[in-house]
Structures are given as structure tokens and as C-alpha cells.
Nanobody
Framework: QVQLVESGGGLEQAGGSLRLSCVTSGRTFSSYAMGWFRQAPGKEREFVAGITWSGGTTRYADSVKGRFTISRDNAKNTVYLQMNSLKPEDTAVYYC????????????????WGQGTQVTVSS
């Protein structure tokens, strides 16, 4: 069974930083890319950042460019999301996911999802 487990969320003040981690297990080795998504209360789940396993290329939502950085450690089967200069609008449940497609922001292309980790940014 494929498992993705996010961690690192919590309560942070505006302007602060958090680093999220996503540890994968099971048959995720063949995944082409990993992505981070977030879903705020009453909102649609949206793409935040993605990274390829093989090429090291990244993609970011416009709303987080320059503030968030996605990275990976393949030896640990882990992807990270470094979140700096946090804003209250970053408050959401953050999910990691894996896809066998190319690096994409389309939710339907991601096959496996973690349970999410709550990020709350106070103003």
C-alpha cells in the first residue's frame, strides 16, 4: 500500500517560517513527480508546488513564488516544502501527492495523497 505522510504543520505568525515534510512509502519509487497542494476551509484544493524526482525541476503557484521552496531527498523518499514569509492566506491543510505524469498542477493527475497537515498563520 502506498503511503504519504505529511508533517511539520502548525501555528505560525505572519512573516514566520515552517518546513513541511512528506515521507513516502510503498510503491512510489516510479513516481515522476511530487506535488504539494493546499485546501483552505470552504475552498478548492489548489496546487502549491511540484518537483520531479529525476530532473530536479520545480514549479510553483504564482501565490507562493519567491516565498516557498520545494525540495527532495530521494534517499529518504522525502519531499519538503520550505515556507517563508508566511501570510494569513497561506492558512490551509497542506497535502503531498505523487504522480506518474510530468510535472503538473492538475489534481486529477496525482494518484496518491497524504492525509494532510494543518498550517495556520495568524495575522
Amino acid at each position: 500500500q502506498v503511503q504519504l505522510v505529511e508533517s511539520g504543520g502548525g501555528l505560525e505568525q505572519a512573516g514566520g517560517s515552517l518546513r513541511l515534510s512528506c515521507v513516502t512509502s510503498g510503491r512510489t519509487f516510479s513516481s515522476y513527480a511530487m506535488g504539494w497542494f493546499r485546501q483552505a476551509p470552504g475552498k478548492e484544493r489548489e496546487f502549491v508546488a511540484g518537483i520531479t524526482w529525476s530532473g530536479g525541476t520545480t514549479r510553483y503557484a504564482d501565490s507562493v513564488k519567491g516565498r516557498f521552496t520545494i525540495s527532495r531527498d530521494n534517499a529518504k523518499n522525502t519531499v519538503y516544502l520550505q515556507m517563508n514569509s508566511l501570510k494569513p492566506e497561506d492558512t490551509a491543510v497542506y497535502y503531498c501527492a505523487t504522480t506518474l505524469y510530468g510535472l503538473t498542477k492538475e489534481l486529477k493527475r496525482y494518484d496518491y495523497w497524504g492525509q494532510g497537515t494543518q498550517v495556520t498563520v495568524s495575522s
